[in-house]
């Protein structure tokens, strides 16, 4: 409590539409342990992760698929998630990141350069989860008007209790 400074941390709750292929994934159950509203749908890119109030979408993809499938087909995949999504994350879920993930890797960022497709590579679920959680709430209009409003009363209280700004104050005043 101490370490808080007296501020209990409030926990951060939103709607999340999930790609139906994703509805059995840990994900989704992590998602709903942590109650989060859940929402399925079968009109999204498959492995599509959306937090549409924060304006943030994710695609998943594991490593081993994008390595082992037509190449062609998952960029369409990606391309299509692009098109839709302009504030999307391609989320690269590999145990390891060997030397075959980071050439694949490679290839997609070099065929999406100048989109504003971002690649994330992550090992497991709570990593991938922790980090959506994490882009998706700085991006939640609600939370940035909360970090203003924190930044604009942190910087008062600097000027109000500046040695400096009293000094020139004082200065001002004579």
């Known amino acids: ?32 342990n942590q109650q989060h509203r859940v929402r399925y749908s079968d009109s999204v890119e498959d492995g599509s992760i959306i937090f549409s109030l924060s304006g943030v979408a994710f695609l998943l993809a594991d490593a081993q698929d994008l390595l082992l499938a037509n190449s062609k087909v998952i960029f369409e995949r990606i391309k299509k998630f692009m098109t839709i999504h302009r504030n999307g994350f391609l989320l690269l879920s590999a145990a390891l990141h060997g030397q075959k993930e980071w050439e694949m890797m490679f290839r997609v960022q070099q065929s999406f350069l100048g989109s504003n497709l971002r690649i994330v590579p992550v090992h497991n679920t709570a ?48």
Not at 136 to 164: C, F, G, H
């Open 1 to 32: 409590m101490a370490a808080s400074c007296g501020q209990e941390k409030i926990r951060w709750v939103t709607t999340i539409i999930l790609s139906s292929s994703l509805q059995h994934h840990d994900i989704s159950t992590t998602l709903q």
């Open 127 to 174: 990593e991938a989860i922790k980090l959506m959680l994490t882009i998706a709430k700085t991006s939640s209009k609600s939370y940035l008007d909360n970090i203003r409003y924190r930044m604009l009363t942190a910087k008062a209280q600097i000027i109000e209790q500046s040695p400096v700004w009293k000094m020139l104050h004082h200065i001002q005043l004579h």
